[in-house]
């Protein structure tokens, strides 16, 4: 069982090296978006009952995975660094599948503020995640980002089975291959 968390700021491809990921392995993409559009359009992003829904439906079906006989799970997340309650998160995470003997595997990925303006725009992200669909709103996002520690810088990172990926001048699948590789899958 495994779980591989890849994470990183909005618009970096997480969501599109998750989907090159799984196609070239057994593990099933898990996008972060799969449970926010699945509750905001009967709660407001952010609210209590947007983010208790998001955190149940999101452990649940982590949950689920650990227990069934699939291979593992790619999760995306954007991880607010330099907050502990992010940490804590994502270590409720963790636990499900170490209770199960199951290894976690960290990826991030970075790329320039230009980069993820463009990849804001792109078709697939549009049809994937309705909310980002209204683009104003989706860049003012971005920027607010800002106030977030949303990449490390080198050493910072110490858990275990980590790799992080420039993927500014890569395609989702040669991040997958590499991902792959280092991982030995």
């Known amino acids: 069982m495994k779980l591989v968390i890849i994470f990183g700021p909005g618009a970096v491809g997480k969501m599109s090296v998750g989907k090159a990921l799984s196609d070239i392995t057994e593990l099933k993409l898990y996008h972060n978006h799969m449970s926010i559009e699945a509750?905001?359009?009967v709660f407001d992003f952010g609210t209590t009952e947007f983010n208790r829904l998001v955190t149940m439906f999101r452990l649940e079906t982590l949950k689920a995975v650990a227990k069934s006989n699939l291979e593992g799970v790619i999760?995306?997340?954007?991880?607010?660094?330099?907050?502990?309650?992010?940490?804590e998160y994502i270590d409720r995470i963790?636990?499900?599948?170490?209770?199960?003997?199951?290894?976690?595997?960290?990826?991030?990925?970075e790329a320039s503020f230009?980069?993820?303006l463009?990849?804001?725009?792109?078709?697939?992200?549009?049809?994937?995640?309705?909310?980002?669909?209204?683009?104003?709103?989706?860049d003012r996002v971005l920027t607010?980002?800002?106030?977030?520690?949303?990449?490390?810088?080198?050493?910072?990172?110490?858990?275990?089975?980590?790799?992080?990926?420039n993927n500014e001048e890569l395609e989702p699948e040669e991040v997958a291959v590499m991902i792959s590789e280092h991982f030995g899958w």
């Open 144 to 165: 607010h980002e800002k106030k977030y520690k949303l990449n490390t810088k080198e050493g910072e990172f110490t858990r275990p089975n980590y790799l992080k990926i």
């Open 94 to 109: 963790v636990k499900i599948f170490e209770e199960v003997n199951g290894e976690v595997f960290y990826v991030e990925l």
């Open 118 to 138: 463009k990849r804001n725009r792109h078709e697939t992200r549009l049809l994937e995640k309705p909310s980002k669909r209204d683009i104003e709103n989706s």
């Open 114 to 116: 230009e980069t993820r």
């Open 75 to 87: 999760f995306t997340f954007v991880w607010a660094l330099n907050l502990p309650s992010e940490d």
């Open 39 to 41: 509750v905001r359009p």
